[in-house]
């Protein structure tokens, strides 16, 4: 059974940082694209930041770019996402997201509340 957990979320000031975890259990880490979503109220779900399994090559959204840093643990099976210089905009439900290297397959998890007001 595969299983992403994420945690880490929670209310937080502009211009505060969070570190989200997503850990992965039920699939073999290392084959899989790692990435963190996210879905504001009222938008679409967008992807924030991607990083592939074996060379750790990174990808931003650009409205996210030098804030946020996504790094992974091949051998923990965990994926983090560090968030710094949050803004009212970075409010939304993010979502860890797997994806095999060599297929179609791919898993979501059930998603962690970030909250960022004063």
């Known amino acids: 059974q595969v299983q992403l957990v994420e945690s880490g979320g929670g209310l937080v000031q502009p211009g505060g940082s969070l570190r989200l975890s997503c850990a992965a259990s039920?699939?073999?880490?290392?084959?899989?694209?790692m990435s963190w979503y996210r879905q504001g109220p009222g938008k679409e779900r967008e992807l924030v930041a991607r990083i592939s399994p074996t060379t750790g090559t990174t990808n931003y959204a650009d409205s996210v770019k030098g804030r946020f840093t996504i790094s992974r643990d091949n051998a923990k099976t965990t994926v983090y996402l560090q968030m710094n210089s949050l803004n009212l905009d970075d409010t939304a439900v993010y979502y860890c997201h797997a994806r095999f290297l060599w297929g179609v397959k791919d898993y979501w998890g059930q998603g962690t509340q970030v909250t960022v007001s004063s």
């Open positions: 039920g699939i073999t880490f290392s084959t899989y694209y």
